[in-house]
């Protein structure tokens, strides 16, 4: 596609329920990023994919958050038991390769609400 | 702690003038330094992005300088339009991160008629 597409742009839950975020990267991008973005701060490294393993989970939070790639495409970030402090915007991008050498493209973002 | 601080937290400034964001890092090893902005509900996107040996790059209005010595860098931006008004996040990658960029919390930039 033409950029990084993130479904749903909202999603409202109650705390307790699971959700599931879907990331379509760019056509041909290897590397796939999920981060965290709360209100006022910028965004926060959560995992990174290369190809369809995880290279690096060092960001998720808690393992109540969990994400795969089976395919090497398209990335579903998964949250089991919702809390109320999940609540913030996730973010994906994608780059062709790794980001520390390479532009790294951004999706909209699902904003994600706990209550 | 690799850590990337920016000042001001926010700024408001007149159309057609200029005005200068600050962003200072304590990331190390030092890869690359980049500037974001980030439209209200939208993803970053890529003004910038500067590695050691360089320390000046422009796009279009957007000037991005870097001292690697004292772990600064700025975003210049001139001639400021309504459409400028954004959140600037300055993000460092370290050497071997593979990618984990580290984030400031950006400037909330607002440009008024």
Redesign the interface.
């Known amino acids: 596609g033409a950029g990084v597409s993130q479904t749903p742009s909202n999603k409202v839950t109650e705390k307790g329920k699971y959700v599931e975020l879907r990331c379509d990267p760019i056509s041909g991008h290897t590397a796939l990023y999920w981060y965290r973005q709360s209100l006022g701060q910028g965004p926060e490294f959560l995992i990174y994919f290369q190809g369809t393993g995880a290279a690096d989970d060092s960001g998720l939070p808690n393992d109540r958050f969990f994400a795969v790639r089976p395919e090497g495409s398209v990335s579903t970030l998964k949250i089991q038991r919702t809390e109320r402090g999940d609540s913030a915007v996730y973010l994906c991008a994608s780059s062709r390769g790794l980001a520390e050498y390479n532009e790294q493209f951004f999706g909209p973002g699902t904003r994600l609400t706990v209550l | 702690k690799n850590q990337?601080e920016q000042s001001p937290q926010s700024l408001i400034i007149l159309e057609g003038k200029n005005c200068t964001l600050q962003c200072n890092y304590t990331v190390s090893p030092f890869?690359?330094l980049r500037w974001y902005k980030q439209d209200t509900?939208?993803?970053?996107?890529?003004l910038t992005?500067m590695t050691f040996s360089e320390n000046t790059k422009s796009n279009g209005r957007y000037t991005a300088t870097l001292d690697a010595d004292t772990k600064q860098s700025s975003l210049h931006i001139t001639a400021s339009q309504l459409s400028d008004s954004a959140s600037y996040?300055c993000?460092v990658?370290?050497?071997?991160?593979?990618?984990?960029?580290?984030?400031?919390?950006?400037t909330k930039l607002s440009v008024k008629p």
């Open positions: 990337v890869s690359n509900g939208r993803g970053p996107v890529s992005i996040i993000v990658s370290a050497r071997g991160s593979q990618g984990n960029l580290i984030f400031g919390k950006g």
